[in-house]
Every structure is written in C-alpha cells, then in structure tokens.
C-alpha cells in the first residue's frame, strides 16, 4: 500500500494536467479533497497543504512540499531539495555557478562556470571545463581538461588521460 505523503504528487500531478487539458484560464478554485487549484496563463499550481506542482507558461516545472522539492526548468536545469543542478548536454557554455552543484554530461565542448559552485561533475571526453571555485570535482570519462581558478578542491578522477589543475578562464 502507497503512503499517503507518497500518493500526494502523484495526486496533485493529475489534476494538474487534467486542469491544463481542459484549458481552463484564469480561474482557481477548491476541489472537494482539500486540493486548491489555480490556472492562468502564466502557468498552472495545485496546492495541497504544504505539496505543490505547478508547471509555468515555459514549461519549467516545480513540486514542493515545505522541506525541499524538486524543479526542471524550461531548459532541463534541474534542482533537488536546496541545491540547484544545473545539465549541460553539448555545446559551449558559460554560466554562474551561484553556489549549485553542476552536471556536466557532454563531449567535444568548452564549459566556463564563473564563481562559487558546490559539487562539480564532469562525464564525457574530450571536455574543457573553468571553474570558479568547487568544494568537490568528479570527472569521469576520456581526455577532459578541468581547471579551478580558486581553493583546494576534492578531486575524485575515473577514467584516463583526465587533467584537474589551477588555473583557467573562469572567474572565482
């Protein structure tokens, strides 16, 4: 049997979309479990006690309950709890740390993370990758170069022909 708490955002996701999917705007309104619903064109919430879901006009999506929750945003950023994870898959990018934890899942690219950063992840080959500065870095994969502008980070390497020095383009 599925725990009460558990059944919540499932619950809550379903409604979600049934109020989406019958395009219903500008209106909130009380459903007979205790579930506040409110759609405009900003986006779509439902709110039971401290859990909500709510997916915004960009398609960025958030489920809380009061102790943390869990947010993808328009573009597949994604945050866990106090943390934000930002998903970098292919291309060139720079971007503020702004004290998230970073997964770096590409190959063949050049990432700069100006700033403070918790965890930093790097998975594929061929990466070059600038960091502020990281408490912790994790590289995994084939020929990536890491470089850390500021602090003693741990390092953890698995993989072969992987660099992680100071130094770099990025700004602490």
């Not at 708490?5 to 909130?28: E, I």
């Not at 759609?39 to 039971?48: A, E, T, Y």
């Not at 993808?72 to 998903?87: I, K, M, P, S, T």
């Amino acid at each position: 049997m599925t725990a009460p708490a558990a059944r919540t955002p499932a619950r809550l996701a379903a409604v979600l979309l049934t109020a989406a999917a019958f395009g219903l705007t500008g209106c909130s309104f009380s459903l007979p479990g205790g579930q506040d619903v409110s759609v405009d064109p900003d986006g779509v919430s439902v709110r039971d006690g401290e859990t909500e879901v709510s997916v915004d006009g960009e398609g960025g999506v958030d489920i809380g309950n009061g102790d943390g929750g869990v947010s993808v945003d328009g573009e597949g950023g994604v945050g866990v709890g106090g943390d934000q994870v930002l998903n970098v898959t292919g291309g060139d990018l720079t971007e503020d740390c702004e004290g998230r934890a970073v997964n770096i899942a590409s190959e063949d690219a050049q990432v700069v993370l100006n700033g403070s950063c918790t965890t930093v992840t790097v998975a594929g080959s061929n990466l070059t990758v600038h960091i502020g500065s990281a408490e912790t870095i994790h590289v995994i994969g084939a020929d990536n170069t890491v470089h850390y502008a500021d602090g003693d980070p741990a390092v953890t390497d698995l993989g072969g022909g992987n660099s992680v020095s100071a130094g770099g383009d990025a700004t602490p």
